[in-house]
Structures are given as C-alpha cells and as structure tokens.
C-alpha cells in the first residue's frame, strides 16, 4: 500500500500535468512496479514512481500505523509507529509543502479511493506534449505591474526517523512544462560520508523523454532515454475489426558511469501496451489490454521479460516474468495475480422504477457483444456498463505471487469503516527453508488520514 505522502506527491504530479510513466525508468512499472535497477545507483536514491507491482508488490512486516492529514491544500503531514526486529517501537515524522493547491483532493481515509492507494495494471493513454500547469506571461496575456510573476509549481518533502536519526528530504520543481528539477537527498551517519545526494534533470515532450543523473556516490554520471513510436491514437476504421489490437511501441536505453571508481553500467529495454482507441474508453469491449517488456543488461548479461495482462472489467490482473543470466545460466520465473472484490450492485437497466426484471440482463449483455452491427442503444448501454465497472470503488484487493524457488506472498489490503488496512504473509516453501521455518513475515499495517 502506497504511503500518504507517496499520494500527495502522485496528486501533485496529476495536477501539473508530469507524465511519470512516459520515463525509461518506469518501463516494467505495469509487472514490476519499480524502477529498472542498476547496481551503480544506490537504492535509497531511485527516484519513486507510481507502483503498479503485480510481481514486486510490498508485504508489511510487523504491526504499522499510520496517522495522516492534508490541513490545508498546500501542507501535510504523516506520523508512522511500527514495531521492528531491531527495535521494539520505530517511527517517522513526514512533511510536505507544495505551492500547487490541492483542493480537491480527497485525504479522509473514510472515502480514500482504495485503488489511489493500491494501483495495479497501469492503462498507459497515448503520450502526449505536457501542457502549461501553470499561467505563463505572454504577448496576448502579459502579467500586470502590480502582480508577481506566476510560480512555478514546487513540492518539498522531508522525512525523519527515529530513532536512527535518518532525514531524507526531496525537492522537485517544474522548471517549464516539459523540464522538472528533482533533488534528493539522504542522511546518515550509516552511509558513506554521512550521506548522499541525487540529481535529476527530466525533460518529456510527449514522444520522447530525456534524463540526466547526478549523484554524489562515487561521482555517479548518467543518462536515460525513451522514444515512443505511433504516439499518436488513431481513430479506428470501419474496415478494421475491433480485435485488431492497437498499441505503443517503446525503446529506451540508460548508460551510467562513475567518475570515482571508473566503472560503466548500461541497459536497454522495450515496451508494447495496448491503448484505448480513439474514442472509446477501451481498446475492444472483449479485449484484453496487455503489457509485454524485454530489458538487457550487456555488462552483466541479465536479460528480463514480463508480460501483463488484465481483464476489460480490471477485476483480474496477472502478470510473469522470466529472468536468464547469459553467463552463469541461471534463470529466475514469477507469477503474479491480483483480483477485486467488489459489491454487488444493481444493472443501470434494473435502477429504473417500475420495471420489469426478468433476469435475462445477463443474457441481453452477451448478445450484444455477438452483434455485428450494434445499435446506437446497444452502444449506449455498453458505455454504461464499462462506465459503472470502472468507476464502481472495490472494498478489498487480493494480490499473490509465487517464483520457482518456493517463495509465496499474499497480500490482502480493505476498509474498515474509517480505516484502511494491509495484512501479508511471507512463505517460503522450498527444501532448504523447512529447517528454518515456512513463515518469513507477518505483518498488518492501517492507515488514518483526515
């Protein structure tokens, strides 16, 4: 379950029109749901992206509690209790100012969409060239004398735990509508120097993305790409069926390097997504939307593929994956699911009074799926069903996973009245765990947010 702060931050982003998944860095978010490692980057200073992970999704570890609030649209803060193996109770203190008002984002965690906080498969839409967030002074709209010039928007976060003692802090600002500026920054007296510092310059125009890294360890140079072929939707064509599937083809390549130890890493990677048609809130009424990557590491030989896929009706997400090491010949497959649970709600033709039901909506519904030649009602009614499953909240989410070494997770996450919760369990079933123990973690994690 994503953190408070991680949906502020993925609020802010929305409203200021920041593409986070049109990034080479977010290529295996629908499988993965993290970022294309690198073994030259350190972990703690990978920039976070919106987690969609089917396959690498979090289990809570011990008993957590979170307490959150959004006082005003520009500030808001976040206070973590939790029990660990290294100390009896551990906690955080978070806060974050942008200047970007957030007025209408929803924070109580009563009516917190509970997919705001747990996404799955990512529905990519066709890349497009960011627009001004903010009002920009121009020939036909120039800024008055007596009004400051507009602010670009800016988010500040930072973040304390105790008791290690460890800060992290983040700046991020739109510098223009295609250029953001990202700084993060870590302290620690565990870490080399007391700390680290990454540097992040992005540059996005719809077709093709560009990022620039800096970081402090080891004097870490590097550069990240993305070009996405046809971004641009097309509008169907009479003469092309309906199952003809119409995706976004990506290719993207990073290349690292570190001034202090003289040691490169590179990898390349692409991407195949369906996308919706132009028009229409799917790409068929009976397709699929699917996912498919293919990354290569050169240097160390690693080559991983994923494929992803979900049902129309977004209630069934799976997703594998299979690592192969070219050198070492090792290999690594997962499997993933996840399912909604949703309650039961009436057909919109069933809402009308007085009607008749004769419980052969069901039937009805299938027909028209088989009609070649729908009619403009026939239509109409599918746009409402497929408006009313995707818009319909789930009161509970059940994910798994499962490798070839043995290893499970579950992970169920729900809603209590005014809380939301978490609860999984780490299995280890194979040959060399069973002396050890099957149970690698338990943990129930809860969130209030006001």
Known sequence: MLSFMDYIQNAFNSATNSNRDNSYGALTSTARGTVIPSSLVPVHLLTPLPPSALLDFPTPTGLRL???????????????????????????????YTSHALPTLESQSRSLPLRALTPSYVTLSS???????????SSNNPVP?????????????????????TLEALYLRRLTPRTTLRLT???????????????????????HSTEYLYSTDSALLGVRGLYNFNPTPTPPSPSISTSTPHGLFSLGAELYYGLANASGGASTGLRFTTLPRHGSSSSSPNAFPYTMTLTLNPLMGNLSSTYSVTVPSRLLSLATSFDFNVYSYESRMRVGMELLRRSPSPHPSSQKPNSFNDGLDWARRKMAGFTSTPTSNTLKSKAQVQAAEQDHEP??????RADADGGIGVLWEGRAKALLYSAGVLVDVSRKARGEGMFKGVGVEVVFSS
């Open 185 to 207: 920054s870590v302290s620690d007296a565990r870490l080399k120097n007391g700390g680290s510092l990454l540097t992040l310059l992005s540059h996005d125009t719809g077709t």
């Open 145 to 165: 004398h007596n009004h400051p010039p507009p602010r670009t928007p800016t988010l500040l976060y930072g973040r304390l735990y105790l008791p290690t003692s």
């Open 395 to 400: 009161n509970g989410i059940l994910k798994l």
């Open 66 to 96: 979170h307490l959150s609030s959004l006082s005003t649209p520009h500030f808001a803060t976040s206070y973590t209790l939790s029990t660990s193996t290294a100390y009896p109770i551990d906690g955080s203190l978070s806060y974050l």
């Open 127 to 137: 890349p497009q060239d960011p627009q001004p967030p903010f009002p920009s002074p």
